[in-house]
């Protein structure tokens, strides 16, 4: 049995104020189309034998407690729901799954991609697949592929796009089946936590028994047995000694202990102490350590006095006035903003981008001006 976490995007947050995500024709965000719309109607058409759990209490991404409350519910996959934002009244339109980028899609990625294309398009393409989004600079991407958690962000179309904007919702009802019958092969009249999920191979891959630990670490590293432990293990066809062989050799080429995971923080991590004040500054302008100062200095594993060196820094070169800190010209980033590069938000783009307040006029100006 397969128990699946379904998050609702953006929300509550740790200083108590409440971050509703991207609007556009969607007016109420993000969180409560999720919260109001959305998840309801999943749990109108769930089959009996689907067993999901719905979240929505926090904004992961900035509480961090993506691993505790897998740990909490038990659940094997985590799929977080999400629609995207441009300029409101924009072409652009379509949606996509987003995974880390060291991965390729594996079947749950590319069936759900394939219910967001039947409802409004697919945009964006990883390794060869359409539709399929590789990321490594948003924080809980990076965190759960840390942490071994199977994964997966949803962009369910464009709120700034009146026509994916009408589909989600007035088609919401269809739009819940289609991901349903993506996840569980059908759909039912109501929820039910109790069952066998869809398809479950015992092993068809027996063959992988002849293969080597050598051979079957490659293929875990090219990404062909998807995310998560559970999943690998599975796709390979071997049980948990084996598997954990092939665990083993791939962290040490990776560099990494195969010692068990420590539930502890991130604190004492030798590699981020490692970097200097300058490289931390420009992995947190790049995105790479998510959002809120607390959220930061955890993900870089520092101490307060080393954090607010990094912090001073990332200040500096987004109040020096350069019309671009990184060499970039405003076409560059504007280029970058409607590639989606930036995320959502013009507070987010422009802490993404690194520049100030009158450089990221320049580049919406721009942006604007081309949408």
């Not at 294309?117 to 990883?126: E, F, I, L, P, T």
């Amino acid at each position: 049995m397969v128990r699946h976490l379904f998050i609702a995007g953006h929300g509550y947050q740790r200083n108590g104020t409440f971050d509703p995500g991207a609007t556009g024709y969607i007016t109420k965000g993000e969180y409560r189309y999720m919260v109001q719309d959305l998840f309801p109607a999943i749990k109108r058409v769930l089959p009996k034998h689907a067993d999901v759990v719905f979240y929505d209490a926090r904004k992961v991404s900035n509480w961090g407690n993506l691993k505790a409350i897998v740990d909490q519910y038990n659940a094997d996959e985590v799929t977080e729901f999400h629609f995207d934002a441009h300029v409101t009244g924009s072409s652009a339109r379509g949606g996509h799954v987003i995974i880390h980028s060291a991965y390729a899609p594996d079947k749950v990625d590319l069936a759900l991609r394939d219910a967001i294309q039947s409802m409004v398009g697919a945009r964006y393409s990883h390794r060869g697949y359409s539709g399929i989004s590789g990321r490594n600079n948003l924080y809980n991407v990076n965190d759960a592929r840390n942490r071994g958690i199977t994964y997966r962000l949803l962009e369910l179309g464009f709120g700034t796009n009146r026509t994916d904007a009408n589909i989600m919702t007035g088609s919401v009802d269809a739009y819940a089946r289609a991901i349903v019958n993506a996840l569980f092969g059908s759909t039912g009249s109501g929820s039910s936590s109790t069952s066998t999920p869809a398809p479950k191979k015992t092993a068809p891959k027996k063959s992988s028994g002849s293969k080597s630990i050598s051979k079957m670490a490659d293929e875990v590293e090219a990404g062909k047995h998807g995310t998560g432990h559970a999943n690998r293990q599975k796709s390979l066809g071997v049980d948990n000694a084996t598997y954990q062989k092939v665990r083993a050799e791939v962290n040490r080429r990776a560099g990494i202990s195969s010692a068990p995971k420590k539930s502890a923080p991130k604190k004492s991590a030798p590699k981020k102490q490692s970097k200097s004040i300058a490289q931390m500054a420009t992995e947190v302008i790049n995105g790479q350590h998510g959002t809120g100062h607390a959220n930061r200095r955890r993900s870089l594993g520092v101490n307060q006095a080393t954090y607010n060196k990094v912090r001073a820094e990332v200040n500096r070169r987004a109040g020096g006035g350069s019309s671009a800190p990184r060499g970039k010209s405003i076409s560059q980033m504007a280029t970058e903003v409607l590639r989606g590069q930036h995320g959502n938000g013009h507070a987010n783009r422009q802490r993404s981008l690194g520049v100030n307040n009158a450089t990221y006029q320049k580049v919406r100006a721009e942006v604007n001006r081309r949408s």
